[in-house]
């Protein structure tokens, strides 16, 4: 009687592990998400290698498939989301702050601003303004997405607030941001002027966001590579850090640091932001006319 109710705990304790691990892995159910436009409309939809599946409602709450299937070649990939904010984050890798030290400013997450019309989709022109100097530089970033309205978020729940993740590339103009004796007050064109906010193609959610392979390619030769783990502060301390002073809405972006040495971008130039498991965001370089 004893074996029989010992194998009987047993095989309920394998059910409930199995039950816990099934859920476990739908609630981390992995789904590439596009925004495209196809027929003179807008939609998203769900991408499967090369096909994409339009889908109702919102990838926001409640969606389901439709059966209405394109091939990726056939639509115009637009920038994943229409964000009310998006944010970039100063200094979040130790390789790009130069320091075997973090400064002590950057122990705390420093965000800033970047304006809603520096977006610019996959394919899209990054267009140098006429009146910018040599050194415009790229920067690749991973992009969170966010999922639902978070205010003052505890970081132990932040990412329950994120969708997902995409590509970005954070163009800076370095004289407008750092010359002593020009520098702007804040980096509203440095980092804000129209398409200096590359983005996309795809979102994709239940990743591990804080462990993934970013790479830059300018003109198919490799400029920054390196994991997202090596993120100062990860994506869960940035959410909760920005929620406790401005209130993120669905959509809404946070760019989350470059890494490495950056360097110019010239009229001409192919830039591609790769990150692992997401898809590649590619922009050809212009200059203003």
Known sequence: MRLR???????????????????????????????????????????????IHEISGSIFGDWEKTDTVRALSEVTLLVPTRPRHVFAMAGNYRSHLENAE??????????????????????????IPQNATE???????????IGKRARDV??????????GVTCGNDV?????????????????RAKGSDTFGPCGPFIVT??????????????????????????????????????????LLPGDLIFTGTSGETSALRPGDVVEVELESVGTLRNRVVRER
């Open 5 to 51: 109710t010992c194998l009987v705990i047993l095989v309920l304790s394998c059910h409930a592990l199995l039950f816990h691990v099934a859920t476990a892995e739908a609630d981390h159910h992995v789904v590439k998400f596009a925004r495209f436009r196809a027929d003179g409309n807008v939609h998203f939809g769900v991408v499967e290698g090369e096909a």
């Open 102 to 127: 973090i400064p002590p400013k950057f122990r705390t997450p420093q965000p800033f601003f970047k304006t809603p019309s520096s977006l610019v989709r996959h394919e899209g022109r990054i267009v």
């Open 135 to 145: 050194e415009v530089h790229f920067e690749a970033e991973m992009v969170v997405v």
């Open 154 to 163: 505890a970081k132990e729940d932040a990412l329950d607030y994120v969708l």
């Open 172 to 188: 800076s103009e370095r004289y407008w941001q750092n010359d002593e004796q020009h520098q702007d007050v804040q980096w509203w």
């Open 206 to 247: 239940g990743l591990n966001y804080d462990d993934l392979l970013l790479t830059l390619r300018l003109n198919g030769e490799v400029k920054q590579r390196e994991r997202t783990s090596q993120m100062i502060h990860d994506v869960a301390t940035q959410v909760s850090f920005i929620s406790q002073h401005v209130t």
